[in-house]
């Protein structure tokens, strides 16, 4: 029964986890989606923006990250046979690319507060292409927990399956910034 406790609140807090990545990053587009506006309404925002980010980075994310990292954790210490099963190791494995993530969007933050209002010299497109990078790891992680030994089994036809969303979001995002880049040059030349 420990055991399902501790799980259920891992759950819990990779969902808050991911919420906080998910929308910090999304703030970080707005942030440059400012660049266009006249001077007043631009240092506002981004003013406003900044405020959300450190608030959303120290009161939602990092300490959601925190607990799921200490609750996943004591699961294994609960059940050290996870560390010998082969699709446990490419949970591993992702998670080390969303430790990697993680530290990426902790620069963000930072830069962020330093810029103080200024240009973020990050482009629009990387960063709505860096916040799918998210999406990506939690497909991969939920996948091979739901499916475990079936991931080790049918990797090539789940990678394939990865990969293919992974391009059908990417495309998805592309397509959506041409068709904003489009609108705001139009509205421009009005």
């Known amino acids: 029964m420990l055991y399902s406790v501790i799980k259920a ?20 587009v707005y942030y440059k989606d400012t660049d266009e506006f006249d001077e007043v309404k631009q240092q506002i925002l981004r003013n406003q923006y900044i405020f959300m980010a450190v ?6 994310t990092v300490p959601a990250g925190i607990l799921m990292l200490l609750s ?16 446990f190791h490419l949970k591993l494995t992702f998670l080390v690319g969303l430790g990697i993530y993680h530290f990426w969007c902790w ?26 990078i998210a999406t990506f ?5 939920v996948f091979t927990v739901i499916l475990k030994y079936y ?5 090539w036809q789940l990678l394939l399956g990865f990969f293919g969303i992974v391009i059908l979001i990417t495309s998805i995002v592309k397509l959506v910034n041409r068709n904003k880049t489009k609108e705001s040059r139009r509205r421009n030349q009005e």
């Open 9 to 28: 609140i891992h759950i819990i807090f990779m969902v808050s986890y991911f919420a906080g990545i998910f929308y910090l990053v999304r703030l970080f």
């Open 55 to 60: 608030r959303l980075w120290n009161i939602i």
């Open 72 to 87: 996943g954790l004591t699961m294994i210490f609960l059940n050290s046979g996870l560390m010998k099963t082969p699709w």
């Open 107 to 132: 620069k963000k933050v930072k830069e962020l507060k330093k810029l103080n209002g200024s240009i973020l010299l990050t482009s629009n497109i990387k960063l709505r292409q860096f916040n799918e």
């Open 137 to 141: 790891i939690l497909f991969a992680v």
């Open 151 to 155: 991931v080790i089994e049918y990797w």
